[in-house]
Nanobody, 120 residues
Framework: QVQLVESGGGLVQPGGSLRLSCAASGRTLNSYAMGWFRQVPGNERGLLASISWSDGSTYYTDSVKGRFTISRDNAKNTVYLQMNSLKPDDTAVYYC?????????????WGQGTQVTVSS
């Protein structure tokens, strides 16, 4: 089992930055791909960014490309999401998730979420 705990959310003004952290316990994140998702009430949870374990390759959805950066520190068993140039539309609950880094695997470990509010 993998337990994931997000932190770093909060209230930020438009144009500001936040860094979310996702700390894993119970098992090392080696061999797990990690993803950051977000969800707004009434909408489905959507994938923002992911990072593989095997080669560190990353994926970003178009709406966050150039503004968000996903990274991982395997020694600390932690994944990060650096969010810059935040917009009110980025307001959501942000979740990190893990899956085995193999083809066709689904994200099956989830954190509890952290609220990000972008408002002046």
């Amino acid at each position: 089992q993998v337990q994931l705990v997000e932190s770093g959310g909060g209230l930020v003004q438009p144009g500001g930055s936040l860094r979310l952290s996702c700390a894993a316990s119970g098992r090392t994140l080696n061999s797990y791909a990690m993803g950051w998702f977000r969800q707004v009430p009434g909408n489905e949870r959507g994938l923002l960014a992911s990072i593989s374990w095997s080669d560190g390759s990353t994926y970003y959805t178009d709406s966050v490309k150039g503004r968000f950066t996903i990274s991982r520190d395997n020694a600390k068993n932690t994944v990060y999401l650096q969010m810059n140039s935040l917009k009110p539309d980025d307001t959501a609950v942000y979740y990190c998730a893990a899956k085995r880094d193999k083809p066709f695997m689904q994200y099956n470990y989830w954190g509890q979420g952290t609220q990000v509010t972008v408002s002046s």
